[in-house]
Nanobody, 122 residues
Framework: QLQASGGGLVQAGGSLRLSCAAS????????MGWFRQAPGKEREFVGA???????YYADSVKGRFTNSRDNAKKTVYLQMKSLKPEDTAVYYC??????????????????WGQGTLVTVSS
């Protein structure tokens, strides 16, 4: 249902753009979230974008990461800049219908992508 791509190796301070192509329908009705899991750590919320284009971010990425979506292409994007070594993780996209106050609750997302690895070297 979801296919994430765009991960790779980048130096600290660099940028990457992740993509998540979705086959859920109707795509425009879904909140699309991004989560990440670093080695040895629990999965954590990164950001989300709703059907109106409203966005919500974890404090750790606010000002550096930007969510966007193209409903015609059924794709969401996570533009990451000023990357830090602590951003190293497997990044997952997810689709669901959480309320605004619960965008960071991974249990409320229905569909998950397979993850794409982002490695930031120091």
């Amino acid at each position: 249902q979801l296919q994430a791509s765009g991960g790779g190796l980048v130096q600290a301070g660099g940028s990457l753009r992740l993509s998540c192509a979705a086959s859920v329908s109707p795509f425009r009705n879904y909140v699309m979230g991004w989560f990440r899991q670093a080695p040895g750590k629990e999965r954590e919320f990164v950001g989300a974008i709703n059907w109106t284009g409203g966005t919500y971010y974890a404090d750790s990425v606010k000002g550096r990461f930007t969510n966007s979506r193209d409903n015609a292409k059924k794709t969401v994007y996570l533009q990451m800049k000023s990357l830090k070594p602590e951003d190293t993780a497997v990044y997952y996209c997810a689709a669901g219908h959480p309320a605004y106050s619960a965008y960071d609750q991974e249990g409320l997302y229905l569909y998950w992508g397979q993850g794409t690895l982002v490695t930031v070297s120091s």
